[in-house]
């Protein structure tokens, strides 16, 4: 590899490394500007819309059936 080729790779190899080393820390330590930036939810699989809930790309059987909510008194 000549002296001109190698002082013309090394900037793009070494930048593109800081590029992916720094959307690595932005997703794990500010996934709610990431998910701003990106417009998806960080850690959500890309199918589901966090907006639109479960069932939006096709992939479960059926929505789940609602489910009343039962309410217990705690005695003291």
Do not use: N
């Amino acid at each position: 590899m000549s002296a001109q080729l190698y002082t013309l790779l090394e900037p793009l190899v070494v930048a593109l490394i800081v590029l992916v080393s720094a959307i690595a820390v932005l997703r794990k330590h500010a996934p709610k500007l990431w998910s701003r930036l990106t417009g998806r939810s960080a850690g959500v699989a890309a199918c589901h819309d966090s907006s639109s809930g479960c069932a939006s790309c096709g992939s479960c059987d059926s929505p789940a059936a609602e489910q009343p909510i039962h309410m217990h008194r705690v005695e003291r």
